[in-house]
């Protein structure tokens, strides 16, 4: 097909055509008309605009169940929840004839002041890369493709167009790279959308080596690589570097760019052939979905259900979704659940007007929406009171006394906290706090409604506060309140799923998937963060979130992983082996109390005596098992081998140390219950020396490293009043090759060396 095109023809087919559509190409006689596709923004839900289009959400959309954003739904830990939910966005996106859905998003939280953090999944790529390949296999099982988001290294909104992220290789590899490379290997996306950032001084956009040598050479990658909307800055580079698709529409400049460039030289008619392809096979993949589905819809499948049941399912889908999200931080005294004859104070405007999702590309315009203050009142026995506490910018509180000042608020919440069994006070980030297109300035929640709580806590210490944010906030009181449930941004039934968790209806069992720090200074990229005259340096390396928390021994607010329930889990029997697959984990799990419940089985590894900077512990497998009160059940889990490799930039490749490894098992990063060593053998590696070449690699190497400790045991013997064979080792470990032979004692001179050298660099 693609030779039967004109230059013209290929030029428009890699360009959009409309803000949200690709080209069509009518063609004549026998050959095939190539339709045109429609894309769409929904990381969390469809975004489908009909009338005016733009990319930040600024327009309304069509009607769509909003399921909780990735900050609550990765919370869940919980990759069949994540298929379901994908799998439902994707119905809707083929109702309304969308045939590729713009996420999910799994940016690392480098920052919690990042605007744009509720749409990304976690601090970590692990949790990132299984949340997102689990939504990415629900989205395309439906017969619509998805694209992983945005790649690369995209982590603040703060000069997000032209700003390059100044980053080393091995956390290039370990941290923002690997939770793409999971998704992309085990979901296989029809696409991946490139991001606006440089990455070490090149365009995400324009980068050969991130998506053609990485994304496609490394990962085997075989999609469509599209652009952020209006990414693209020179698009004959972007072609030759291995970007598919622009979008949206330039009105013809850019196809005017490609051509010219073409007919200079410029650019390889080849390359713009590879890109004309492979939208071609995107189109084709998406006909083809289509008619899947529609077939999948006459055989009876749920999709095929009118629009008001399949509506009706959703909501209860993202209902579902967001109890599942939600994580209990705190419980003193088993404050919650609440009885359920009570008497309830509600206590601020949250309650009664959600903030139920982030501001920006991915805002949705919901089918229906629901406040927990009403879904409160409808399950509570006892009596329920309500005071708005605060206003929300640009709004007066409706029902509150004629003085609607912070002080007469505050007053009336106190008194309908003093009057009631327990307060539940909702606070949290108003929207104009945190969206895309810019980050924050600090982690704190707004004044007014702090001192709304030191006066409610004042009148009623059965206190406990719901947390509506999706970015990380401080928390200065948590030391002070009973209970806090941080219920994130939960989509559009959020309110039933959090009345659900208070009455104990639904039983927590989130978990955070980023630490909660004590203060902004604590946090990894403090000093870095957003940086300056259009660079920002990665200067905290590997160690992001909880990996940094953890090397420097540093107390937080709630760490990496943490999340109650209203039962009690016990973990036993811990068994790991290791073959050269990786490591299998076996553990026993029991719930030990008088609820049912879902315990989230967390494993974590390190390699104590590693040769290369490590944290303390990694993230390297999770499982959630759902047990009765008084049940166990064996938890298994798996290890690749892979997963425990570094990237060793002497190679350019990852690399597994031989040795101890530590492995524990637990219900945080920091309560781990039970832990064990397994040997692991080493991936042999073997690099030619040179005289820059130090002896401590020359040791490390198979073939010398034998031959040198003899060597240096040897001269010590000889000299027993200068040094020890292990202290001679122990000063001489940087010397390079080349200058050896000044060292007196070594045993080793120039000559000899070089026939070291010369050995390693045999075939």
Not at 85 to 114: D, F, M, Q, T, Y
Not at 150 to 174: G, I, K, Y
Request: with cysteine; glycine share 8%; aromatic share 6%.
């Amino acid at each position: 097909m693609v030779a039967g095109l004109s230059l013209e023809q290929k030029a428009d087919l890699v360009t959009g055509d409309t803000f949200w559509t690709t080209a069509g190409i009518p063609r004549s006689g026998r050959a095939p008309e190539i339709p045109s596709i429609m894309l769409a923004d929904g990381p969390h839900g469809l975004r489908r605009q009909v009338a005016a289009a733009d990319h930040l959400g600024l327009e309304q959309s069509v009607p769509a169940t909003c399921f909780p954003p990735a900050v609550a739904l990765g919370s869940a830990f919980d990759r069949d929840l994540a298929h379901r939910v994908g799998a439902a966005i994707a119905s809707e996106a083929r109702a309304e004839g969308v045939g590729v859905v713009l996420g999910p998003g799994l940016n690392i939280k480098r920052s919690p002041l990042c605007g744009r953090n509720f749409e990304y999944l976690s601090e970590d790529p692990l949790v990132s890369g299984e949340m997102a390949a689990a939504l990415t296999q629900g989205i395309q099982s439906r017969g619509v493709g998805a694209s992983l988001k945005h790649f690369a290294a995209n982590n603040q909104e703060h000069d997000r167009m032209r700003s390059s992220s100044d980053v080393d290789a091995r956390p290039l590899r370990e941290i923002y790279l690997r939770g793409f490379e999971r998704a992309v290997k085990q979901a296989r996306p029809w696409t991946v959308m490139s991001a606006y950032n440089r990455i070490n001084g090149v365009s995400a956009s324009e980068n050969r080596w991130l998506l053609t040598e990485v994304l496609r050479e490394d990962w085997s990658f075989e999609g469509l690589v599209v652009s952020d909307w209006f990414a693209v800055a020179d698009r004959a580079q972007a072609l030759q570097a291995g970007l598919d698709l622009e979008m949206p529409t330039t009105g013809g400049v850019s196809q005017q760019h490609v051509l010219e460039a073409v007919r200079s030289g410029e650019l390889e008619e080849t390359a713009l052939d590879d890109c004309a392809e492979r939208v071609i096979r995107l189109i084709q993949q998406v006909l083809r979905g289509a008619e899947a589905g529609a077939e999948a819809d006459d055989a009876g499948s749920p999709a095929s259900a009118d629009a008001a049941a399949s509506a009706g399912a959703h909501h209860e889908l993202a209902r579902e979704a967001a109890a599942r999200s939600a994580v209990l931080l705190k419980n003193e005294g088993q404050l919650l659940p609440l009885h359920p004859q009570s008497s309830v104070a509600v206590i601020g405007e949250f309650a009664r007007r959600p903030r139920f999702q982030g501001a920006g590309s991915s805002q949705i315009n919901p089918i229906r929406v629901e406040d927990a203050y009403s879904a409160i009142a409808e399950v509570a026995e006892g009596p329920v009171s309500f005071a708005p506490g605060f206003a929300l910018p640009g709004e007066e509180p409706d029902g509150s006394p004629e003085e609607s000042d912070p002080a007469g608020l505050r007053e009336e919440a106190a008194e309908a906290a003093s009057s009631a069994d327990v307060a539940v006070v909702f606070l949290g980030l108003p929207a104009e706090e945190e969206s895309e297109g810019f980050d924050r300035a600090h982690l704190d929640l707004p004044a007014e409604q702090l001192e709304l709580l030191d006066a409610v806590l004042a009148a009623n210490p059965s206190t406990a506060v719901v947390l509506s944010h999706g970015g990380v906030v401080a928390l200065p009181f948590a030391h002070r309140v009973p209970a806090i449930l941080d219920a994130w941004l939960l989509g559009q039934a959020g309110g039933s799923a959090t009345a659900d968790l208070l009455f104990g209806a639904a039983n927590p069992s989130g978990r955070l998937t980023e630490t909660i720090p004590l203060r902004l200074a604590d946090t990894p990229a403090y000093l870095d963060f957003p940086g300056e005259h259009g660079h920002v340096r990665y200067g905290e390396g590997i160690f992001v979130g909880y990996r940094w928390y953890d090397a420097r021994q540093m107390e937080v607010a709630f760490p990496f992983g943490h999340g109650l329930s209203y039962t009690q889990f016990e973990y036993a029997d811990l068994q790991v082996e290791a073959d050269d697959a990786g490591l299998q984990l076996r553990v026993t799990v029991t719930n030990t109390g008088e609820r049912s419940g879902r315990e989230v089985v967390q494993a974590y590894a390190s390699r104590p005596e590693s040769s290369v900077a490590r944290p303390p512990r990694e993230l390297k497998a999770f499982a959630s098992v759902e047990l009765a009160a008084g049940e166990s059940q064996a938890v298994e889990l798996s290890v690749p081998r892979q997963d425990l490799a570094h990237w060793d930039i002497r190679l350019e490749d990852w690399a597994v140390e031989g040795g101890r490894h530590v492995v524990a098992v637990g219900a945080s990063s920091r309560d781990l219950r039970l832990e064990t060593s397994v040997e692991l053998p080493e991936d042999e590696i073997a690099l030619p020396l040179s005289e820059e070449s130090t002896l401590d690699d020359a040791l490390a190497h198979p073939v010398t490293g034998p031959m040198i400790r003899s060597q240096l045991e040897q001269a010590a013997g000889a000299d027993t009043s200068v040094f020890s064979a292990e202290g001679t080792l122990r000063m001489m470990k940087s010397f390079p090759l080349g200058r050896i032979s000044s060292f007196g004692n070594s045993g080793l001179d120039a000559q000899k060396a070089q026939e070291l050298i010369a050995l390693t660099q045999k075939d």
